[in-house]
């Protein structure tokens, strides 16, 4: 059995799980804790991208990337899969998504299925870190600023042009300085030369 089958017989999450315990606290207990975490990925593959606690973000990350790596590892035929889909997805049309629309999408994937982006805190309000947890390939913009055309943005067409018009004032100070020094120079070989002349006369 060569390396490339061997990665299949395992599920490979894509994503640093940390082995540190997380403040995901529920007044109803573990169960409560993994009801709020089931709603959470049946909204991302539902909705593709949701803003929430990054604490609960982080955590949800982990059950969606491990929810969808076995489902392209195994396929709709699998027992023990559609059962997990059935547990986590609570509304259950969301089982046909995974399976016909992300598994094709991520088959090919070398990378992780989710992407996870820090959230502006809120303000003013009660200090909590937020998220935006998203399914790669997703139909929403992009989060990242793009910088290929930011050339062409107003403030930074003005800046070009202030710079040369900087650029245009300083080397005319510079030429203006090279060519009074050079007829400094003139002056002085000139006048250097004449007593040479008088004294080859004489």
Known sequence: MNQAEVTKLMSQLRVAIRPRHRNLKNSDGPEGRLNKL???VTALVKHERIELNYQRADEARGYAERLISDAIRHGDCHKPTMEMADYWLLEKQLVHKLFKVLVPRFEE???SATRMYKAPKEYPGWYRKRAVLELRG???PSLL???TNNR???HNVLMDEAKK???REKYAELAAQIGSEAAVGENSSASS???KSVQSQA
């Open 138 to 140: 997703n139909p929403y």
């Open 152 to 154: 062409n943005l107003l």
């Open 193 to 195: 030369e004449q007593p």
């Open 165 to 167: 018009d900087y650029r």
């Open 109 to 111: 994937y070398k990378v």
């Open 145 to 147: 600023s793009n910088q």
């Open 38 to 40: 089931r709603k959470t």
